[in-house]
């Protein structure tokens, strides 16, 4: 079983989900090398990590579009003044193994934020094919550790937890 927080989640055959601390993962790294603000949007397109805090939990109207039609939303500044909760900027679907699971919007003039847009994307559909990857598990992190030894036990596979 998951635990709250720990950016493994559910993996080893079963459906990938787009968590809190995974969106925080992605939104840190972009934004440690952009000047832009950076979201992440669930499947339901609230923003559920971002680099403006103020923005969370806001329904964002580009990512429901991004998501829906399953393509890149460019909202420019005439736009955004006739939707709800966006800004200027890029939003782009996050898929895994072909599966829809959110957003990630970069803020900003399209004309400038296209150029990093897909190696956002990028960067977030790595980052969760790591988390989903069983070596994930490796490392020094207790709950990691604690969560990848209860999943391999509960579905039968060959590991000694008392020896991690």
Same mark, same amino acid.
Request: glycine share 10%; hydrophobic share 40%.
């Given at each position: 079983?998951?635990?709250?927080?720990?950016?493994?989640?559910? +993996?080893?055959?079963?459906?990938?989900?787009?968590?809190?601390?995974?969106?925080h993962q992605i939104v840190s790294r972009a934004m440690k090398i952009l000047s832009f603000s950076v979201n992440v949007m669930d499947e339901r397109g609230l923003i559920i990590?971002?680099?403006?805090?103020?923005?969370?939990?806001? #329904?964002? &109207?580009?990512?429901?579009?991004?998501?829906?039609?399953?393509? $890149? $939303?460019?909202?420019? &500044?005439?736009?955004?003044?006739?939707? !709800?909760? $966006?800004?200027?900027?890029?939003?782009?679907?996050?898929?895994?193994?072909?599966?829809?699971?959110?957003?990630?919007?970069?803020?900003?003039?399209?004309?400038?934020?296209?150029?990093? *847009?897909?190696?956002?994307?990028?960067? *977030? &559909?790595?980052?969760? &094919?790591?988390?989903?990857?069983?070596?994930?598990?490796?490392?020094?992190?207790?709950?990691?550790?604690? +969560?990848?030894?209860?999943?391999?036990?509960? !579905?039968?596979?060959?590991?000694?937890?008392? #020896?991690?």
């Open positions: 079983m998951a635990h709250a927080g720990d950016p493994v989640n559910e +993996w080893y055959g079963e459906a990938m989900q787009l968590n809190d601390a995974l969106a990590a971002s680099g403006n805090p103020e923005r969370l939990h806001q #329904r964002h &109207e580009g990512a429901v579009l991004a998501l829906t039609e399953n393509r $890149v $939303v460019e909202i420019s &500044e005439a736009t955004a003044r006739e939707l !709800k909760g $966006v800004r200027p900027g890029i939003n782009l679907p996050i898929a895994y193994q072909g599966e829809l699971l959110g957003v990630i919007g970069i803020s900003g003039d399209p004309d400038i934020v296209r150029a990093y *847009a897909e190696l956002v994307r990028m960067t *977030a &559909e790595l980052i969760l &094919e790591q988390a989903r990857s069983p070596s994930s598990c490796s490392g020094t992190s207790a709950t990691r550790r604690s +969560w990848c030894c209860s999943s391999f036990a509960a !579905k039968g596979g060959p590991i000694n937890c008392n #020896r991690w």
